[in-house]
């Protein structure tokens, strides 16, 4: 069942076609990742899943009707450009953003309470917006986007900024919002981040969707032939040997591919002939990244895209 | 009549603008401010009057320096002492001489000045004034009238007249205006009226440009820190604008009622005691008319203001952006002082029909002279209709323009995103 359907959307801004399309479906219970590169169309899309832009042409379906004005109630939405009242203090900014959505009264202000105590807040609840550091100000945000109890939160590059203490508390809070049955939608352009977190996605380039589904299955359809590796030792002679296509340094991992499907055997065979210290050795499996490079880097040469300007 | 989402807005704004520091300020200030300078004036008023001077009068005949003599021992500013006067009597030849020898004492002011009345003065009443600062209007306002009546005694000295054409003789006109209204009350026009149409103008004048920027600022405030795009995933622009604008109008009624409440006060109760001439010439019914056509024309405005706040995403851009609207205020505004001198004028009259004048040209007309039912009817009809028509345009423009950031857009774009 299909918590959300998006199709053919468009969206036109002038001249410039920013979203040219669109058609995806996002899964009841699931982590979905809409990924892009910058200025690809992922904002102007969620916008107009939230009623914000108004498409020119497609609709939106959420569990089976389409979106009205009252989709905002349900839905938490955390831009990647953030913004808060400076000047408020930090109880009537979570109360103000619950009040819009329709919520107030005791039952939120314990959820508010509860998040300050999570988030080792409560002692600021007084203190105004601009006297907190950034990283506060950013957890402050997190709270007023999943204060009202929204079923779908929206999140745009929800970590950035965060140190790894509270990347961590607020991946465990997204992981529980998740087993309570929440929809969340991530928008990203931090491919190693999407493969960790979500279990469905969209690749968005150029106002088109170029790949979409479940995260495993895309991963076993550009798998195959490929092997991400983590080594000590030199592997420079795989660079021209006959068996290997590609070697792609990523760092921490090694993406090989091996021009024929069953040769991931004698390449294993290969680097402990020549003293490499195997570590990790994953066949079958690509990184989101390479799959991302590989389908977007491609025409990356064509015509540069007008970018929309607000966006 | 709004949803819970605009309500919300609207009790944020509230909030936040009634609790801030400039809003009571400014609030409570200006009332404070507007007493301290007409305080001030009256003090500079009576300082500048009371300035002392030593004259030294000369006239061509005994008779004439006697009867000056006699006249100016009964002014006030004479007999307390601030004028110090001595009289001499020269003939005309020796003027020069006199002055010659004063000289040093002249510019060293010593003596304010000395004042020659030749003999030809009792035909054609011109006198001369020698001093280092001949232009002295508040000193010859405060002694020509006593040399004219010594003139004029002189004149008529020996020929058969009664005292009583004499004292006519010696008055010089003395204009009462007064103010003719339907109810066949004739009043005398007062400074009241006056001060209240100017006060009017002021408040209005005031109250739009501070509320304005305020509210121009407020919508750049929350496109540069990016709320908007969070507000937009709650509220649509629509109720946005509505709450903002609502809450915005409703805190400068507030602030308005409280800095008029001193004169609903004043004619309403016997509180306070002020001079009748100052007492305004205002009804309860014309305060009421006053509130209600401010709010009509702050909501009017407050949708420009917001609009224009919403093109730009800095303060400096906008501010630059703003100066069409507010010359919407600055001249009307001038308008209202050249109908303080005339409230009668076609001027007059057309601009306190016309929409955006109206606002501040009707209040600041109202107290001077009586305007009939009907222009105040269709100048509130003109109002409202203005504030309607404005509104679908400013809430186009004000969608787009909350989502756009980056280069300062061009008039010609925004006047496309009427289309959208």
Sequence with gaps: ??????????????????????????PEGSVFGLIGRNGAGKTTT??????????????????????????????????????????????DTLMFFAEVKGRSGKEIESRANEYLKRFQLI????????????????????????????????????????????????????????NQGKVI????????????????????????????????????EYGNRNVNLAYNGDISFLKNHPIVEKVQDFGNTTEITVREEFQTQALLKLLIENNVMVR??????????????????????????EEVRNV | MFNFRTKAVIKRELKEKILSKTFILMTLLLPLFMIGLLAFNTFLFFYTGEDSAKLIIISESPELTSGLQKDFSKLPIVMNGKYQITFETEPKSKIQGEIENRKKDLLDNKITGVVFIPQTALKDKKIEYYSKSPSNNSLFEKIKGTINQALVDNYFLGRQLSNEDIEYARNSVNFNGFRISSDNKIEETTAGAMIISKLFAFLLYFSLMFIGMMMMRSVVEEKNTKIVEILLSSVNS????????????????????????????????????????????????????????????????????????????????????????????????FISFAVGENPDSMLAKITSLLPFSSIIVMPARMSLVEIPIWQFVVSVIVNVATMLAIFPFAGKIYRIGILLTGKKPQWSEVIKWLRF
Excluded at chain 1, 1 to 26: C, H, P, R, W, Y
Excluded at chain 1, 192 to 219: P, T, V
Aim: proline share 4%.
């Design chain 1, 185 to 220: 939608i991530f928008s990203t352009h931090l491919m190693d981040f999407a493969e960790r977190m979500c279990d469905q996605i969209a690749l968005i380039d150029k106002g088109k969707i170029i790949l979409s589904g479940a995260l495993s299955s895309i991963k076993a």
């Design chain 1, 46 to 91: 969620i916008r107009m899943l939230m009623n914000i832009y108004i498409p020119d042409s497609g609709e939106v379906i959420l569990r089976g009707a389409p979106v009205t004005e009252e989709f905002k109630q349900k839905v938490g939405y955390l831009p990647e450009e953030r913004g808060l009242y400076k000047k408020m203090n930090v109880w």
């Design chain 1, 1 to 26: 069942m299909n918590a959300l359907e998006v199709k053919n959307l468009k969206k036109t801004f002038g001249s410039v076609k920013a979203v040219d399309d669109i058609s995806f479906q996002v």
């Design chain 1, 123 to 178: 002692d600021r609840k007084t203190s105004k917006i601009q006297d907190l550091s950034k990283g506060n100000q950013q957890k402050i945000q997190f709270i007023a986007t999943i204060l009202h109890d929204p079923d779908f939160l929206i999140l745009d590059e929800p970590f950035s900024g965060l140190d790894p203490i509270n990347t961590d508390l607020l991946r465990q809070i997204i992981i529980d919002l998740k």
């Design chain 1, 280 to 305: 990790r050795f994953n066949a079958n499996d690509i990184s989101l990244q390479e799959i991302f490079i590989k389908l977007v880097g491609d025409n990356n040469n064509a015509v540069q895209r």
């Design chain 2, 238 to 333: 629509k109720e946005m604008m509505i709450g903002k604008i609502v809450g915005t109008a409703l805190t400068g009624l507030l602030q308005m009622a409280i800095w008029i409440l001193p004169i609903v006060l004043l004619i309403t109760s016997s509180l306070f005691v002020i001079p009748q001439e100052y007492m305004p010439t205002v009804t309860l019914g014309q305060m009421i008319y006053f509130l209600i056509n401010y709010f009509v024309g702050l909501i009017t405005f407050l949708g420009l203001f917001a609009t224009v706040g919403s093109i730009f995403d800095n303060d400096q851009d906008a501010q630059s952006g703003i100066w069409p609207i507010m010359m919407l205020i600055m001249i009307p505004f």
